[in-house]
Nanobody, 126 residues
Framework: VQLQASGGGMVQAGDSLRLSCAAP????????VGWFRQAPGKEHNFVAA????????YYTDSVKGRFTISRDNASNTVFLQMNSLKPEDTANYFC????????????????????RGKGTLVTVSS
């Protein structure tokens, strides 16, 4: 069972990108799906998560007001709309899932996730 992340790319500061995460159908209704990111030489850090059942979302402070996480249950896809990108957003972004609430996912380490997909690289130049 894999999560398939896509949508990364190279952009300039202030631009937008939308990441997508295709999740297996069995993850829906009981899981939160979210994103961690790993900058070069750094550890994985939580970005955002959403409850697949209720649609409630949770964000790390540094992306609040700029990033929006959403889900489309019909296609089993979670999106991360990233606006006003900054060079410090440059990282490999990983889609994850865990049977938990979004705010709880934000307090857990990356390796505690039930499902982890391959990353998609986002590069923001100044």
């Amino acid at each position: 069972v894999q999560l398939q992340a896509s949508g990364g790319g190279m952009v300039q500061a202030g631009d937008s990108l939308r990441l997508s995460c295709a999740a297996p159908s069995r993850t829906f209704s009981t899981y939160a799906v979210g994103w961690f990111r790993q900058a070069p030489g750094k550890e994985h850090n939580f970005v955002a998560a959403i409850s697949l059942r209720y649609g409630s979302a949770y964000y790390t402070d540094s992306v609040k007001g700029r990033f929006t996480i959403s889900r489309d249950n019909a296609s089993n896809t979670v999106f991360l709309q990233m606006n006003s990108l900054k060079p410090e957003d440059t990282a490999n972004y990983f889609c994850v899932a865990r049977r938990t609430a979004p705010h709880t996912m934000g307090r857990l380490p990356y390796y505690a996730m039930d499902l982890r997909g391959k990353g998609t690289l986002v590069t923001v130049s100044s």
